[in-house]
């Protein structure tokens, strides 16, 4: 069984829509972070959210950690096809990170 | 600077065969991480290193050995390889910032046969 739940796993929009990926989990976690992942890539950090509630937003990316600190979200505003690629939650417990699934996202011209 | 690098980028095993995985850091990080990524299922760990001279296992250590030879290296080794170790395999550094990054390298891409 997953730790932590990523939906959906599979994405595919075209230009200009909006669109939310959700990770959750039955635990705590002292940190969520996610990652976006390109073809042929490691991943690459995008955002460490660290308290319960808390907002950060990243030009039109928008992540929100629960007040729970068991979930989060990714809300990705017009997206373009620049943002294609492999999005991963990563949730941090004894300063290792469990990953979720992740969440494919194919945004088409 | 380079960052984490790993070798090599592809490999093609026959079932039983032995290997290395080979990964350095320049950014003197304490910690370093080895996972395999399979379609569906995230990034999972296999072994991780807290500082040189430690290693422990994670979620997914059966089938693998890893050395911490220095602070910089810290390979990843299969002495007897089986299909089900068909995966991509990253190695990852922590730094000690408040954000608890980690940085990837490139991946190596296995296939065993």
């Known amino acids: 069984t997953q730790l932590l739940e990523q939906s959906p796993q599979f994405l595919s929009i075209q230009e200009g829509e909006n669109l939310t990926v959700y990770c959750n989990s039955s635990?705590?976690?002292?940190?969520l972070q996610w990652y976006r992942q390109e073809p042929g890539e490691g991943p690459v950090l995008l955002v460490t959210v660290v308290t319960g509630g808390e907002v950060k937003k990243l030009k039109r990316l928008t992540f929100q950690f629960g007040d729970a600190r068991k979930d989060s979200s990714l809300h990705i505003t017009a997206a373009q096809p620049g943002d294609t690629g492999l999005y991963l939650c990563a949730g941090t417990q004894g300063g290792k990170l469990i990953f979720g699934q992740g969440t494919e996202l194919s945004v088409k011209p | 600077n380079a960052g984490v690098t790993q070798t090599p980028k592809f490999q093609v095993l026959k079932t039983g065969q032995s290997m290395t995985l080979q990964c350095a850091q320049d950014?003197?990080?304490?910690?370093m991480y080895w996972y395999r990524q399979d379609p569906g299922m995230g990034l999972r760990l296999i072994y991780y290193s807290a500082s040189e001279g430690t290693t422990d296992k994670g979620e997914v250590p059966n089938g693998y050995n890893v050395s911490r030879l220095n602070k910089r290296e810290f390979s990843l080794r299969l002495e007897s390889a089986a299909p089900s170790q068909t995966s991509v395999y990253f190695c990852?550094?922590?730094?000690?910032?408040?954000?608890?990054?980690?940085?990837f390298g490139p991946g190596t891409r296995l296939t065993v046969l």
């Open positions: 990852a550094s922590r730094g000690t910032g408040a954000a608890n990054e980690q940085f």
């Open positions: 635990s705590v976690f002292s940190s």
């Open positions: 950014m003197n990080h304490n910690s």
